[in-house]
C-alpha cells in the first residue's frame, strides 16, 4: 500500500502537460523511432495518441492510475488529457520499436460520430479516456498497418487512420486501464469557452509579446481575476502555459528545419537566447541543440 500511495503521491506532484508539435490544420502526427530506453516524463495533452511498442518486455506502463509491466509486443490508446507515460524499469533490450501516433481530440466531428456508422468509434474514443490495451492478437493482426502508415499520403493516410480506428473499435478482448473513479486527469480538461479563447489567442501570437492585459482584457475580466480564474481552471499561471506552447513550437521547428538556435528561439518568441535555452532545458532534459542533434527515428505531419 504504500508503494500505491507513493506512486499516487509522484503522478499527482510530477506530471507535465505536453504542447505537442501538432498544428490545428494537421489531422496527425507518427513519430517512428528505435531506442534502447525510455526517458519522457509522466505527462498529458489534448490529442489522443495511439502508441504500438515492440521489443520493451519489462518496461512499466502507467496510465492514470493503474501501473503494469508490459509484454514483448503492445497497443495502447490514451484518451485526451489521460496522464501516461512509459518507464525502462526492467527493460534490458538495446533496441526498443516505438510508433506513436496522435491526432486532434476533435479530429472527428461530434455530428459525424453520431451517424450509426461511427457508432463504433465513437464508443472507443469514449472509453479511451481511461485508457485502452490492446489485445496481443489484434496488435499483431494491425503491426504490419501501423508501420507502414507514414509511408502513405495525403488523404490515402487519412482513411487509412480512420480504418485503423474502426478496426481498433471493433476488435475483442480490449482492456480497459485506469479505474472509473481516478480523478487524476489534468484539471485543463475542465475548461470554459473563455480558457480556449485565451489558449487560442496564445496559439495564434506565440511569436509576439502576450501579457496578462492582454489576455484578461479577450476574457473581459480585470487582470487580478483573470489571473485566479486561469489558474483555477487549469492549474497552471498564464505564463507557465504560454511557455509550454512556445516550446511545443520551436521543438517542431527544430525537427523539420535546419535554422540555428536563435532563429528558432526568436521566432518562437523568446527574445533572449540564454533564457530560451534555460527553459527549453527545463522542460525537455536537454537543450536545443541536444535535442536536435539526439533526434532519432521519423516525425512527419498529415
Request: with cysteine; net charge positive; proline share 1%.
Amino acid at each position: 500500500m504504500q508503494n500505491l500511495n507513493t506512486a499516487y503521491r509522484y503522478m499527482k506532484n510530477n506530471v507535465m502537460r505536453e504542447i505537442t508539435p501538432l498544428k490545428k490544420n494537421d489531422c496527425f502526427t507518427i513519430f517512428s523511432r528505435v531506442k534502447s530506453s525510455f526517458n519522457f516524463p509522466l505527462h498529458y495533452h489534448e490529442e489522443f495518441e495511439l502508441n504500438f511498442i515492440q521489443g520493451a518486455k519489462g518496461a512499466k506502463r502507467v496510465v492514470g492510475d493503474h501501473f503494469e509491466e508490459i509484454d514483448d509486443l503492445e497497443l495502447v490508446l490514451v484518451g485526451s488529457n489521460l496522464q501516461h507515460a512509459w518507464f525502462t524499469h526492467n527493460c534490458k533490450s538495446e533496441k526498443i520499436k516505438e510508433i506513436t501516433i496522435q491526432f486532434h481530440k476533435d479530429f472527428f466531428d461530434e455530428n459525424f460520430l453520431h451517424r450509426n456508422q461511427l457508432s463504433f468509434i465513437k464508443t472507443l474514443l469514449e472509453i479511451s479516456a481511461r485508457g485502452i490495451l490492446f489485445s496481443k492478437a489484434t496488435t499483431q493482426q494491425l503491426a504490419s498497418r501501423i508501420t507502414k502508415l507514414n509511408k502513405k499520403h495525403g488523404f490515402d493516410s487519412v482513411i487509412e487512420l480512420m480504418l485503423i480506428l474502426h478496426d481498433l473499435s471493433t476488435s475483442r478482448n480490449k482492456r480497459i486501464l485506469s479505474d472509473a473513479s481516478f480523478n487524476g486527469t489534468s484539471p485543463h480538461c475542465y475548461s470554459s469557452r473563455r480558457i480556449e479563447k485565451t489558449y487560442e489567442y496564445m496559439n495564434q501570437n506565440f511569436d509576439k509579446s502576450i501579457t496578462l492585459s492582454n489576455l484578461a482584457s479577450l476574457s473581459n475580466m480585470s487582470e487580478v481575476s483573470f489571473s485566479r480564474f486561469f489558474k483555477q481552471r487549469t492549474g497552471t499561471t498564464f505564463i507557465d502555459s504560454l511557455i509550454d506552447i512556445r516550446v511545443g513550437h520551436a521543438s517542431r521547428i527544430l525537427i523539420e528545419s535546419t535554422k540555428n538556435i536563435s532563429e528558432v528561439a526568436y521566432e518562437c518568441g523568446f527574445n533572449n537566447i540564454s533564457n530560451f535555452n534555460r527553459i527549453f532545458k527545463k522542460k525537455k532534459g536537454c537543450s536545443p541543440k541536444e535535442f536536435r542533434e539526439n533526434f532519432s527515428g521519423s516525425r512527419i505531419f498529415i
